[in-house]
Every structure is written in C-alpha cells, then in structure tokens.
C-alpha cells in the first residue's frame, strides 16, 4: 500500500506543470442526421477542452478533415510536441464496425483499424492516455487498444452491439453537466464521467421501453476483459485522470500563478482514493493516521487556493 501511495505521488508530482491533449474525431455519418450530431458532440467537446486554459492543447476533426491521413498526421503532431509528463485524450465519435475479428473506425476515405489506432496511440509519449470510444461496435477495439497506463472506454460491451449508440450524447453532457461530479470538488474526471454516461445511457433505453443495444463498459489497467464498474483495481487510473474542471477550480486552473497549488491538491485528492482503495490491506491504525494526514494536509492545500 505504501509503494502504491508513493508511485501515485510520483506519477501526479510529474504531472504539476504538466499539459493535457485533447483530439477529438467526429467520424463519417453516412445520413445527414448522424452526420450532424457528430459534428456538434464533437464541437461541444471542442469548446469544453479549449475552457481549459493555456495547459489544453485541443485538435478536433470534423467533416471532410475526420480522414485517416489528416488524424495520422494530428496524432504525430501530437506524439512531437507532448511529453511523458503531460496528459492524452483520444474521443471517436461516429459509427464503428466488426466483422468478428477486426474493429474499424469509420472515416471519410479508407478507415482506420483498432491495431492502427492503438499503433498511433503507442507513439504518444504521455505516460497517462485515455481512449474514449464511443462508437457502435467499439467493444471490439478494446483488446487491441489495451495497454498499462492507457484507460480504454468503449460504448459498447462488445463488437457485436452494431447499432448506433447514445453514449456519445451523454459523454458529452457529463463534461457539462455539475450532477456528474459526484465528489463536488469542481472536477470532473474520466471514472465520474463514465459512471454519469453510462448510467443515463441505461435509462435512455428505460424510458423509451426499449431492449438496450449498448452496454459501456471499461478498462484501466491494460489487461484482461473490460468491465461496467469499478473494481478489482479497475477505475484508478480513470478516477485519477481529471477532464474538465469548472466553477473556482476552472478559474484556477486558468491561473499560471495558481497551478502548482491545484496540481498538489489534485495529487492529495488521488493519494486519498489510493488510501481508500487499499484499506482492506492495511492495518486499521496505519489507514486512520494516513488518512487523517493526507486529509489535514488537503485542507491547508484548499485554505491557500480559497485565499
């Protein structure tokens, strides 16, 4: 439990000057219909990355640049200019396709494979990647875009739920919406987000009294069969990854002066989650004196951003 504490420390004090990468992709519609609500989920993304300040680095393809070669070519603009320090998220928007082993995301031109898109994702140097899929057929992509410190995200439970799905519409609306985050500390991160998309994509299918035909599932370690909740060591990594902040924490993140403070505050925030995720291992006395510390020392953290 120490060591895990300690890496979590390591891994978030590299992240204290650190920046995010955001490229976002509305793939081919098809329909007009389809085609047209790609490209707002993906502009709504745009404009809610680009509120993160000078750390944001937003790419976002839509229309007639969403081809293979022109997300080759963001991807190692990207691959150049980000650092193992720095942050990654990959979100694909549109309609995806199975035949039973290959996963492909449909662009204008020639699509891209799953093996492809893990292949671009592999030359990213950040150290922390996200890979939010929420394509019809995206659960068959994420055996092939699974790799330690890499959470994958998928709409669909398997290559097999073909249908276009609704994911998206609620992937977005979290990155909005203050009911996602759920610890009410003005952040919203990839596990709260997740959580908040999948649960409205199961109502979705309630209220129109419909069978669902997408199950979203998740995997944060890099190994083994996806899952929908947290557990068993998945969703750290993705309870850690922060997406969008808003309120007085937004402002602060867009302050220079403040960052390091936010950044050291973000870090106690995830030793706290590793604390309570490992308490079953500890000795209760060890737990409680950890905790306290780590809760005393966030507090004089929060004191100075409040100043």
């Known amino acids: 439990m120490r060591l895990l504490?300690?890496?979590?420390?390591?891994?978030?004090?590299?992240?204290?000057?650190?920046?995010?990468?955001?490229?976002?992709?509305?793939?081919?519609?098809?329909?007009?219909?389809?085609?047209?609500?790609?490209?707002?989920?993906a502009k709504d993304l745009d404009r809610v990355f680009r509120a993160g300040g000078p750390t944001a680095h937003v790419y976002t393809l839509t229309g007639t640049q969403a081809t293979a070669a022109?997300?080759?070519?963001?991807?190692?603009?990207?691959?150049?200019?980000?650092?193992?320090?720095?942050?990654?998220?990959?979100?694909?928007?549109?309609?995806?396709?199975?035949?039973?082993?290959?996963?492909?995301?449909?662009?204008?031109?020639?699509d891209l494979s799953a093996a492809e898109l893990a292949a671009l994702c592999d030359k990213i140097p950040s150290k922390r990647?996200?890979?939010?899929?929420?394509?019809?057929?995206?659960?068959?992509?994420?055996?092939?875009?699974?790799?330690?410190?890499?959470?994958?995200?998928?709409?669909?439970?398997?290559?097999?739920?073909?249908?276009?799905?609704?994911?998206?519409?609620?992937?977005?609306?979290?990155?909005?919406?203050?009911?996602?985050?759920?610890?009410?500390?003005?952040?919203?991160?990839?596990?709260?987000?997740?959580?908040?998309?999948?649960?409205?994509?199961?109502g979705f299918y309630d209220g129109q009294k419909r069978l669902a035909t997408e199950h979203a599932v998740f995997d944060d370690i890099g190994r083994g069969d996806p899952v929908r909740e947290a557990g068993n060591g998945q969703g750290q990594l993705l309870g850690s990854l922060t997406i969008v902040r808003y309120g007085t924490v937004g402002k602060v993140a867009a302050d220079p002066a403040k960052q390091a403070l936010l950044a050291r505050?973000?870090?106690?925030?995830?030793?706290?989650?590793?604390?309570?995720?490992?308490?079953?291992?500890?000795?209760?006395?060890?737990?409680?004196?950890?905790?306290t510390a780590a809760l005393v020392e966030l507090a004089k953290v929060q004191g100075e951003l409040d100043r």
Request: net charge negative.
């Open 5 to 41: 504490a300690v890496l979590v420390l390591t891994l978030c004090c590299l992240r204290a000057d650190a920046a995010t990468y955001y490229v976002t992709v509305a793939g081919l519609g098809g329909e007009p219909d389809y085609e047209q609500r790609f490209t707002a989920q």
């Open 70 to 110: 022109q997300l080759r070519s963001t991807m190692a603009t990207v691959a150049q200019s980000s650092t193992a320090a720095d942050e990654f998220v990959l979100t694909l928007i549109g309609h995806g396709s199975f035949d039973g082993t290959e996963y492909k995301f449909n662009l204008v031109g020639p």
């Open 129 to 202: 990647q996200l890979v939010v899929d929420t394509t019809s057929a995206s659960g068959g992509a994420a055996a092939a875009l699974e790799r330690p410190g890499r959470a994958v995200i998928a709409a669909t439970k398997s290559g097999t739920e073909k249908n276009a799905t609704v994911f998206a519409r609620y992937w977005v609306e979290a990155l909005q919406d203050p009911a996602a985050d759920t610890d009410k500390n003005e952040a919203v991160t990839a596990m709260e987000a997740y959580t908040y998309a999948a649960k409205k994509t199961s």
């Open 265 to 291: 505050k973000e870090e106690i925030e995830s030793r706290i989650d590793a604390l309570k995720y490992g308490k079953a291992a500890m000795e209760p006395g060890d737990y409680r004196r950890q905790l």
